[in-house]
């Protein structure tokens, strides 16, 4: 059980949010805390103790493993590697996520509250990047949410009496947006390190065949020594949809008249599309009794092709009357479009107001933290559990000017009517993941004062929500059948709004309230001509929000994540926005024009769509055994997916490369000056058990160690010693399969080490020696003589110098003290055997060289005493250590045994001889922890 009084743990993805669940809790200043930048707060709120923290974003980014930085490695194998892309701390958020750590640590957490935004990004965040933290910490009780859909107070109280437990479906939306996220990590790695070669070899190779992207990225060149072109397969998508819809743009325009009519004959079939079946459809002009113009389509179901729409065109072409017969019609009621949500609503703001998506965005943040709005890209939310007053929200509408006769009205409709506001509201609480008002305020209000783009936006979502109470329009369809001559007949359509309904208020384009004619009298109509109907082939330059209405309508992801690459790629140089048109900058042009010759997948509509609904098919799964086993079965075959597509690009890119002169890059001809296109990744490299490789960490008092570079899901470590150059030799260590070290060390000398048996050993506090391979219990099976000669005679000599040690180190006391050479000052040195240890002994040559181990017990120091022999043949007891001092100090005849002043103590058991205190104690207290053996 933690000390201290038992808090729930309240955790928030953004500082904001943070700051607004301290105002709503705190209600005494002296219970708040702030740890410099970091929001950490503790309050006391209604008899409960909070902590709140916010992790402020991600706490976690995937980057690529350190063996496959920008070194010419083949990009192949990042692919391969399922250890290429590994997670790690965010930089800028690294205070937070140790923060939490330690709140975990120190505090007595009795539940963990995730009071996430209700998007898939945060949802994330919290599972997946917090639940790595979770489980490093060994945290388990109780983690559940509370999903902000509404920043209000009413709201929040009541979600944290009863918050929601993390659901099996959490963790698989979770867990989907993280493998998107590293696959995308490995694409992005991968096609970035490819292409910034690919480009650079051309411009190099054949400046002149390359000239354009040559000018385009010299500057670059002379600038940075190591140039990157990133690329990733959404940046690569939403380049290739700009440029196909510049070229389709640009290729009508030329084939306009100065008439403004299509010059080619094919442009007279209009082409809609209905699933993988293509039908065609034309409008007839009719003029009718009182000589007004109309227009009938005519029935999509007549042509199933464009030849049969041509010939219809041709055989009636001329006819100048057609009668109408089987006369069908009918009124259909069209009700109010639906509450906005987030991609809708940025497109209607840019048509009427012109603003940026990203900025209209921005806007829907702020309303959201000031608690005007409902969350602005919610997942899985439904309006019915923010328990509205709708009624309420209604009679606030009528202060805003511009609302308020339509207020009045739908109460006057209300009152009499038929549809009460419950079931206007039940209707309501229905819609899902819609932006909502929460609080009705007018232009002149605190929050919209010095803010009239916020109150445009704000007015918007409010009329759009009135608009749901008005009374639906009804539409009357005409259904006939148009004979004309030689028995020619084609079925046609007429529909007109006959009852305006919510479209006198608000006025919807394409919905005209007047103009058909009143066909159960007519017998037959004049033909005017014959049009295409082209209302649905109008293509104009994409803007941005009709770029997200594109990626919306074609389901390729989360529309957020776009509009923030669309900005991202104005900020880099490859978009540009001219006449609120998003265009190609020349840099961007160039760069989809070289991805189209060489590595066209990468932004197809095809390839992203398929990646998406692979992941998608992560909900499928019934139960966590059977989601991990899809992310694991998912995960290999869109990485072989990718492969095989990257594979046939790569040559695609060759054999165009060869034509504009450049030699294959994939291969190197025997004879070739030019350099190998990629490097090998080097064998003797240090991997954890995870597969992931292993860092050479040195902290700021000069320790070193090994870590796993994925530190976030795996994070082992293993023991360096501090002194000396390491080297990785291929020789593999038979117990752990890691590769064995060779370890430089001036002081010491070169000995031969194995780190991951080491930690494990000193970890296990196992009495078995392995690590140092020179004592290593193991030693005779992990080295043979298969192995290399020369790291075979070290390991010779090592075992050579083991025999010869003495027992034992003074400081470690665990490992024998080895004698080393001699150096030109006439002294050798005993070094402690241990590789943590750097004690050592410095004696005079003579001494050193004659000394024979024994079991004798030293009562000033934990070393044994040793045999030293003498010229003239007669031996005497010494400890090195204690002679080490001597020669130190000189103060008291220490070391020799024979003439040492505490030789009658400790080879007789007479009493100890008169001298300082501390050092008496400790001869008394080895006295009484060993028997005394006379000499």
């Known amino acids: 059980m933690k000390a201290g009084s038992p808090m729930k743990m309240l955790v928030t993805d953004d500082n904001k949010i943070a700051r607004k669940l301290l105002v709503l809790l705190e209600k005494r200043r002296r219970h708040r805390h702030s740890r410099n930048s970091i929001y950490y707060y503790k309050v006391r709120s209604r008899r409960e103790t909070f902590l709140i923290v916010s992790t402020n974003g991600h706490l976690q980014v995937f980057q690529n493993s350190s063996i496959y930085k920008w070194t010419g490695i083949d990009p192949r194998k990042i692919i391969e590697d399922p250890n290429s892309v590994i997670p790690i701390l965010n930089a ?41 933290l979770l489980g490093k910490v060994e945290y388990d009780d109780g983690v559940c949410k509370i999903p902000l859909v509404s920043l209000e107070p009413r709201y929040i109280f009541h979600q944290l009496k009863s918050p929601s437990p993390i659901t099996f479906k959490d963790r698989k939306l979770a867990e989907a947006e993280y493998l998107r996220s590293y696959l995308d990590a490995i694409i992005s790695f991968s096609m970035t390190q490819q292409l910034t070669y690919t480009i650079k070899r051309c411009i190099k190779e054949n400046p002149e065949a390359f000239d354009e992207l040559h000018d385009v990225l010299k500057k670059d060149l002379r600038n940075r020594k ?12 939403i380049l290739n949809l700009v440029h196909e819809n510049t070229s389709i743009v640009e290729e009508r325009n030329n084939q306009i008249d100065g008439n403004g009519e299509y010059s080619k004959l094919v442009e007279l079939s209009s082409k809609e599309n209905h699933g993988s079946q293509v039908v065609h459809s034309i409008l007839v002009k009719v003029r009718d009794d009182s000589g007004n113009l109309h227009r009938f389509k005519v029935d999509a179901s007549n042509f199933n092709s464009e030849e049969d729409a041509r010939g219809f065109i041709n055989k009636v072409q001329g006819m100048e009357r057609a009668r109408i017969k089987d006369l069908k019609e009918e009124n259909e009621a069209v009700f109010p479009p639906a509450l906005h949500e987030v991609s809708s609503l940025v497109e209607e703001i840019a048509s009427i107001h012109g603003f940026p998506t990203t900025y209209t965005y921005k806007i829907l943040q702020d309303l959201y933290h000031d608690v005007l709005i409902s969350y602005p890209n919610p997942i899985e939310f439904k309006v019915a559990s923010l328990q509205l007053n709708h009624g309420d929200l209604i009679s606030a509408c009528k202060r805003i000017e511009e609302l308020e006769d339509v207020c009045r009205e739908i109460e006057d409709d209300l009152e009499g009517g038929q549809e009460t506001i419950q079931g206007i509201s039940a209707r309501i609480n229905e819609q899902e993941n819609v932006i909502l008002p929460l609080r009705i305020m007018t232009s002149k209000d605190p929050p919209f004062k010095n803010r009239p783009n916020h109150w445009k936006v704000y007015s918007e979502i409010v009329k759009r929500y009135v608009m749901q109470f008005t009374k639906p329009a009804t539409r009357k369809v005409s259904r006939f059948t148009l004979s004309f001559k030689r028995k020619l007949e084609c079925k046609a359509i007429s529909s007109s709004i006959s009852k305006e309904g919510f479209l006198s208020r608000f006025p919807a384009p394409g919905m005209q309230s007047a103009g058909q004619p009143n066909l159960d009298v007519l017998k037959s109509i004049e033909i005017e001509g014959f049009t295409i109907d082209d209302s649905n082939e109008k293509i104009t330059y994409l803007t941005d929000a009709s770029l997200l209405k594109k990626i919306k309508e074609t389901d390729l992801g989360d529309t957020v994540s776009f509009l923030l690459m669309i900005e991202k790629l104005i900020a880099n140089n490859y978009l540009q926005v001219v006449n609120k048109h998003l265009k190609l900058t020349k840099r961007g042009t160039e760069i989809v024009k070289f991805l189209q010759y060489t590595y066209d997948f990468l932004g197809s509509v095809d390839f992203s769509k398929h990646f998406v609904e692979s992941i998608k098919s992560l909900e499928h799964s019934t139960d966590e055994s059977d989601l991990k086993r899809n992310i694991a079965q998912l995960k290999e075959d869109l990485l072989r997916n990718y492969l095989e597509k990257f594979d046939e690009s790569r040559e695609r890119a060759n054999t165009y490369l060869i034509s504009k002169g450049i030699q294959d890059l994939d291969s190197r001809e025997p004879g070739s000056h030019a350099k190998s296109r990629f490097e090998t990744i080097p064998e003797t490299m240090l991997f954890c058990s995870c597969g992931s490789p292993m860092r050479t960490i040195e902290t700021k008092h000069g320790r070193r160690f090994l870590a796993c570079e994925n530190r976030l899901e795996c994070g082992n470590t293993a023991a360096l010693p501090n002194d000396g150059k390491i080297t990785v030799l291929t020789k593999t260590c038979s117990i752990c399969n890691g590769h064995v070290l060779k370890i430089d060390d001036s002081n010491r000398g070169i000995y031969l080490f194995c780190p991951n048996c080491w930690t494990q050993n000193y970890r296990t506090d196992d009495e078995l020696e392995i690590g140092y391979c020179a004592t290593c219990v193991q030693r005779e099976y992990c080295w043979t003589d298969d192995d290399d000669e020369d790291s075979l005679n070290l390991l010779w000599n090592l075992r050579k110098q083991h025999e010869k040690a003495i027992e034992i180190c003074p400081r470690c006391q665990k490992w024998p003290m080895m004698v080393l050479e001699a150096d030109d000052n006439g002294l050798s040195t005993l070094a402690c055997e241990n590789p943590f240890c750097s004690y050592r002994i410095d004696i005079p040559t003579p001494i050193a060289r004659n000394l024979t181990p024994t079991t004798k017990k030293c009562l000033i120091c934990p070393m044994n005493a040793a045999k030293f022999k003498a010229r003239n043949g007669k031996e005497y007891h010494v400890c090195p250590n204690c002679l080490h001092e001597y020669y130190k100090t000189h103060r008291r005849e220490i070391g020799f045994c024979m003439g040492c002043v505490y030789h009658d103590a400790c080879f007789i058991g007479r009493t100890i001889p008169e001298t300082k205190k501390t050092l008496k104690e400790a001869v008394q207290k080895n006295l009484e922890q060993q028997a005394v053996n006379p000499e």
């Open 226 to 237: 190591n140039l990157l072109i990133p690329i990733s397969r959404v940046q690569a998508l």
């Open 92 to 132: 800028f958020n690294k205070d937070n996520y140790y923060n939490l750590q330690n709140s975990f640590t120190r505090e007595n957490i009795t539940e963990c509250i995730l009071a996430i935004s209700p998007d898939i990004t945060s949802l994330t965040i919290m599972i997946k990047e917090l639940g790595n």
